[in-house]
C-alpha cells in the first residue's frame, strides 16, 4: 500500500508546478505576471478604473496595485489620469498597446481553474475548500497573508525576476 502522504505531497506538488509552468509561459509570451494580466483584465472590463476599485476587484492591497500600475504604466500598457472634477481621482485606461498584449497573452491557469470550479456542486467546492484549509494549517500556512491569485513569488515583481 502506497504511503498516503505521499500521494498527498504528490498532488500538492503537481499544483505547484503547473502554476509555476504557467506563470513561465505567461512571461514568455506576453511579459506579464499573473497578477499584471489580471489588471489589465479588469481595465480593459471596465474600459477605464481607480485604482482602488482595483484593489478591491482582483483582491489585492493598494500598495501592490501602485507597483503594478508604476510597472505596466512605464511598458505604455496603462495610463494614469486625474479626474477632471475631483483631482484626487485618477483614472487607469489601457493603451492600444495594453490592449495588444491582453489579447496576445495565454489563458491564465486562474481563469481555467475558476471555470472548473464554479461548475462543481456546492458540497464539492466546501469540501474542497475545507481540505485545502486543512492542508493550509498542516503547513503551519494558515495565518500566510495571501491573495486569490495562482502565481509564484512576489505578487508585485518585476517580469525579469520571474
Known sequence: M???????????????????????ALAQQSELTTSQSLLLQ?????????????????????????????QLESNG???????????????????????????????????RFQKGFDRLESWEQSMIITALERIAALLDAKDVEAAPILDVGDLDRLIDDA
Request: aromatic share 4%.
Open 77 to 111: 500598457f496603462v495610463t494614469r489620469s486625474r479626474d477632471t472634477e475631483d483631482r484626487r481621482r485618477v483614472w487607469v485606461r489601457l493603451t492600444d498597446a495594453g490592449n495588444k498584449v491582453l489579447e496576445q497573452s495565454p489563458d491564465l491557469l486562474q481563469s
Open 2 to 24: 502506497k504511503n498516503r502522504s505521499n500521494e498527498a505531497l504528490v498532488a500538492l506538488r503537481r499544483i505547484l508546478k503547473v502554476t509555476e509552468l504557467n506563470a513561465r
Open 42 to 70: 479588469y481595465v480593459a472590463e471596465q474600459e477605464q478604473a481607480l485604482p482602488s476599485a482595483i484593489a478591491r476587484a482582483i483582491e489585492l492591497k493598494q500598495a501592490t496595485i501602485t507597483v503594478l500600475l508604476n
